[in-house]
């Protein structure tokens, strides 16, 4: 491609950066559903990013097309040093770099939410707490094998902290060690150690009884139940769905129904039961537009959660149950959670589109995606993320493996973790 043709020149300075894409697509001879597919939106999103004009632009959708396609940066209205930041990162970790700097960021998985009121503590408990939300905000940055073992010295001085502690101080302690539990769970879970994550787990659910809080007995509740449902253990992770839904009782606040619903539906994708996803999937859309016109949901559910979270649970969904309408559906719903800066969540969730357009035989897009979930995973060590491209790589036979999945398995083969 000459970048200085007229026709390149006059749309850049125009700010047509949609027009640029055009172009430059079409001299390497690459459909917009190949665009696509390697970045993670459907043909109809590559369609209507090149006939914006000089409309406002998604900078990371932007920002993938031309690395994809090799464009210059400055032609689409990037710097350099960012081009690349933001085409992995997303735009608002940019935002930050540019007009927040020094500014320390909460990255939080869905998993961990960012839980901002707290429980108003004082004492030990308030500095135990302190520790564990700085070990959580660390998840999105640290490889979980050098988080892990800070997190379990800091989950054993909570625990022998709290058995020492007197008897009314023992209930908000045991809230603090549910909550460091549940984040060695998390990064056992992360580092593919099955045995240790359910095991947390299940300490971070008996703490939870102890500190007698049922709201956050059931948030841990569900956070196992999600663990078993990504197992594929489905009948574990429907029937710790509905002890959470006992705690919540009645009058639960919005946000904590949307997010269980999530969790429902995947453990029934894990079944393979269609209908009842699709039923869980829309008590979760229903659940979420109440979620505006609640009030400050109480702690542990101090989260945003929005359309595109059940959004990208649908596309999960349809990944497990093999339905790529439903993926092809909700990518672009979901294109938040595709470039959100947790990039191990963002990963997995590439790994589930790559599932899907595998399963329609596209395989260049398929392939691309999953490359770039597997780079990902070596880089924080995720065994969670391996062992997912494994199983993805698993589902394709071939005699004569095209490009694309040789390359894949040069990456995958060189992998030990």
Same mark, same amino acid.
């Given at each position: 491609?000459?970048?200085?043709?007229?026709?390149?020149?006059?749309?850049?300075?125009?700010?047509?950066?949609?027009?640029?894409?055009?172009?430059?697509?079409?001299?390497?001879?690459?459909?917009?559903?190949?665009?696509?597919?390697?970045?993670?939106?459907?043909?109809?999103?590559?369609?209507?990013?090149?006939?914006?004009?000089?409309?406002?632009?998604?900078?990371?959708?932007?920002?993938?097309?031309?690395?994809?396609?090799?464009?210059?940066?400055?032609?689409?209205?990037?710097?350099?040093?960012?081009?690349? *930041?933001?085409?992995?990162?997303?735009?608002?970790?940019? *935002?930050?770099?540019?007009?927040?700097?020094?500014?320390?960021?909460?990255?939080?998985?869905?998993?961990?939410?960012?839980?901002?009121?707290?429980?108003?503590?004082?004492?030990?408990?308030?500095?135990?707490?302190?520790?564990?939300?700085?070990?959580?905000?660390?998840?999105?940055?640290?490889?979980?094998?050098?988080?892990?073992?800070?997190?379990?010295?800091?989950?054993?001085?909570?625990?022998?902290?709290?058995?020492?502690?007197?008897?009314?101080?023992?209930?908000?302690?045991?809230?603090?060690?549910?909550?460091?539990?549940?984040?060695?769970?998390?990064?056992?879970?992360?580092?593919?150690?099955?045995?240790?994550?359910?095991?947390?787990?299940?300490?971070?659910?008996?703490?939870?009884?102890?500190?007698?809080?049922?709201?956050?007995?059931?948030?841990?509740?569900?956070?196992?139940?999600?663990?078993?449902?990504?197992?594929?253990?489905?009948?574990?992770?429907?029937?710790?769905?509905?002890?959470?839904?006992?705690?919540?009782?009645?009058?639960?606040?919005?946000?904590?129904?949307?997010?269980?619903?999530?969790?429902?539906?995947?453990? *029934?994708?894990?079944?393979?039961?269609?209908?009842?996803?699709?039923?869980?999937?829309?008590?979760?859309?229903?659940?979420?537009?109440?979620?505006?016109?609640?009030?400050?949901?109480?702690?542990?559910?101090? +989260?945003? +959660?929005?359309?595109?979270?059940?959004?990208?649970?649908?596309?999960?969904?349809?990944?497990?149950?093999?339905?790529?309408?439903?993926?092809?559906?909700?990518?672009?719903?979901?294109?938040?959670?595709?470039?959100?800066?947790?990039?191990?969540?963002?990963?997995?969730?590439?790994?589930?589109?790559?599932?899907?357009?595998?399963?329609?035989?596209?395989?260049?897009?398929?392939?691309?995606?999953?490359?770039?979930?597997?780079?990902?995973?070596?880089?924080?060590?995720?065994?969670?993320?391996?062992?997912?491209?494994?199983?993805?790589?698993?589902?394709?036979?071939?005699?004569?493996?095209?490009?694309?999945?040789?390359?894949?398995?040069?990456?995958?083969?060189?992998?030990?973790?």
């Amino acid at each position: 491609m000459n970048w200085s043709s007229q026709a390149i020149r006059d749309a850049a300075r125009q700010g047509d950066y949609g027009r640029v894409v055009s172009l430059a697509r079409r001299d390497a001879s690459v459909s917009q559903s190949q665009l696509g597919d390697a970045c993670g939106i459907s043909q109809s999103a590559v369609s209507r990013l090149e006939g914006r004009g000089t409309a406002s632009y998604d900078m990371t959708i932007l920002a993938r097309a031309a690395t994809h396609l090799h464009i210059p940066p400055r032609l689409v209205g990037l710097a350099d040093h960012t081009a690349a *930041h933001v085409a992995e990162n997303g735009p608002h970790d940019v *935002h930050r770099r540019n007009f927040l700097a020094g500014t320390a960021a909460t990255i939080a998985a869905p998993a961990l939410p960012a839980r901002h009121p707290e429980p108003t503590d004082t004492g030990q408990a308030a500095t135990l707490r302190v520790a564990t939300t700085a070990f959580r905000r660390l998840d999105g940055t640290t490889p979980s094998r050098q988080l892990s073992e800070p997190v379990l010295a800091h989950l054993r001085l909570t625990q022998a902290i709290t058995s020492a502690a007197a008897v009314e101080q023992r209930a908000r302690l045991a809230a603090v060690g549910s909550e460091a539990a549940s984040l060695a769970g998390w990064l056992a879970w992360d580092m593919n150690d099955i045995g240790s994550a359910r095991t947390w787990y299940g300490a971070a659910i008996k703490a939870a009884r102890t500190s007698g809080d049922r709201l956050l007995l059931a948030y841990q509740l569900g956070s196992l139940a999600g663990f078993e449902a990504d197992a594929g253990n489905a009948p574990q992770g429907l029937a710790l769905v509905r002890k959470a839904h006992r705690q919540l009782g009645d009058a639960a606040p919005a946000i904590a129904t949307a997010w269980l619903a999530t969790v429902e539906a995947l453990a *029934h994708a894990a079944a393979g039961d269609r209908p009842a996803a699709e039923t869980a999937l829309d008590q979760a859309a229903r659940s979420t537009d109440a979620v505006q016109d609640e009030q400050a949901p109480p702690w542990p559910w101090v +989260f945003t +959660f929005t359309h595109t979270k059940v959004a990208a649970a649908r596309l999960t969904c349809g990944a497990r149950l093999g339905l790529p309408e439903w993926v092809a559906a909700s990518q672009d719903a979901a294109a938040a959670a595709l470039t959100s800066s947790h990039e191990k969540q963002r990963a997995l969730l590439m790994l589930d589109l790559a599932a899907a357009q595998l399963a329609t035989g596209r395989l260049d897009g398929a392939f691309a995606l999953a490359g770039r979930a597997l780079e990902t995973g070596a880089r924080y060590r995720s065994g969670r993320i391996i062992e997912r491209a494994r199983g993805l790589r698993r589902s394709y036979t071939s005699t004569t493996p095209p490009r694309a999945v040789r390359e894949f398995d040069d990456r995958l083969h060189g992998i030990y973790l």
